[in-house]
């Protein structure tokens, strides 16, 4: 594949990707570039075309038409050369061996490529290595023998040994409690801040607010939103008036705007496409306490942006 100079300062670059099985067309036409240095989550629903996109990224899956580069290279090259960290949604963690023999054994692996490739001194030392993947003091423990989170962090740790500039993580919280999922994104965070860039999905959309500069969402093969999360919530017209009802509801579906209502909790929530006649018509009916308009959530610009409609999206309450 012959690689463009330009492509050289993208991490990523798929140009008119296409991938089929048999009939089904995966992945359709897929054009996307992605920056050094940022944060980007690849969004869709089940069957998106998005594990079919990161497998042609990694090297895994050719495309039926079209290219792919990475890092300036093809996928085989960038992964060859230990540039790209890649976690898998799940997998056992080799059983028998201590977190520090079972990374010391992988660090040394990537040692040897990145020396064949000229750059063995980007490898991180072990310590350096357990300390960004926040596993410093699981190093004694055995890798088989450790709780979802922990061994979600290990398997970070496995994805960063080679000092990686760009690191694919697929749902990588998926089934962590709250609790782990801060301690792996805080690991995330760190690589990122550092200079480094990451694809990864997710089904926790809350995540995608909080770390990601780009989000990509998919649908049917091919990209349908791109942009900050802001920007993607713009686009789904109306708002949402909330306030306190305390006792019976009135019939609030017809006050001026109002599309759909909900009521629970003691509040009522309005979904509107003209808040200022709905607010309007709720000061006149002395319906103001807490009072608060609010634009799309990430969750509703997903469901209006992909064909996910009624059914449950990807990134839903879980
Ligand atoms: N090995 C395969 N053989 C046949 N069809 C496949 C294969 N892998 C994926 N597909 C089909 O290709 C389409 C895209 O699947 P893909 O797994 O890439 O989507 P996805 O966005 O990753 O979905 P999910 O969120 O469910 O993982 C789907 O229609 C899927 O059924």
Redesign the pocket.
């Known amino acids: 594949m012959t690689v463009q100079t330009t492509e050289a300062a993208s991490a990523v670059v798929f140009a008119g990707v296409t991938r089929s099985?048999?009939t089904?067309r995966?992945v359709d036409g897929l054009d996307l570039r992605i920056d050094r240095a940022t944060s980007v989550a690849l969004l869709?629903p089940?069957?998106?075309?998005?594990?079919?996109a990161i497998g042609m990224l990694l090297g895994l899956l050719q495309p039926d038409s079209g290219t792919v580069a990475l890092l300036g290279t093809t996928p085989e090259q960038a992964v060859r050369a230990g540039r790209v960290g890649a976690m898998p949604q799940s997998g056992r963690l080799i059983g028998g061996v201590t977190v520090r023999e079972l990374l010391g054994f992988v660090r040394l692996a990537y040692a040897r490529k990145a020396r064949a490739v000229g750059r063995a001194a980007a490898v991180p030392a072990l310590s350096e290595l357990m300390e960004t993947a926040r596993i410093t003091e699981l190093a004694g423990r055995k890798a088989d023998r450790l709780s979802g989170g922990q061994a979600q962090r290990v398997r970070f740790a496995i994805a960063m040994a080679g000092a990686p500039d760009l690191v694919v993580l697929d749902e990588p919280t998926t089934g962590l409690d709250i609790e782990a999922r801060r301690e792996l994104w805080a690991a995330i965070r760190g690589y990122a801040d550092g200079g480094g860039t990451v694809l990864f999905s997710t089904h926790y959309l809350e995540e995608v607010d909080d770390h990601a500069d780009r989000i990509v969402v998919?649908d049917r093969g091919r990209v349908v939103a791109d942009g900050t999360s802001e920007g993607i919530k713009r686009r789904v017209p109306g708002r949402t008036v909330s306030f306190d009802l305390p006792g019976r509801a009135p019939s609030l579906d017809v006050l001026p705007g109002v599309l759909s209502s909900e009521v629970g909790g003691g509040r009522a929530r309005l979904h509107t496409t003209d808040s200022d006649a709905t607010v309007l018509a709720l000061a006149e009916a002395g319906l103001v306490r807490n009072l608060e308009v609010t634009g799309a959530r990430l969750e509703e610009a997903f469901l209006t942006l992909t064909h996910a409609h009624g059914a449950r999206a990807?990134g839903g309450s879980r």
């Open positions: 099985y048999g089904v995966a869709g089940n069957g998106a075309g998005k594990s079919t998919m990807e």
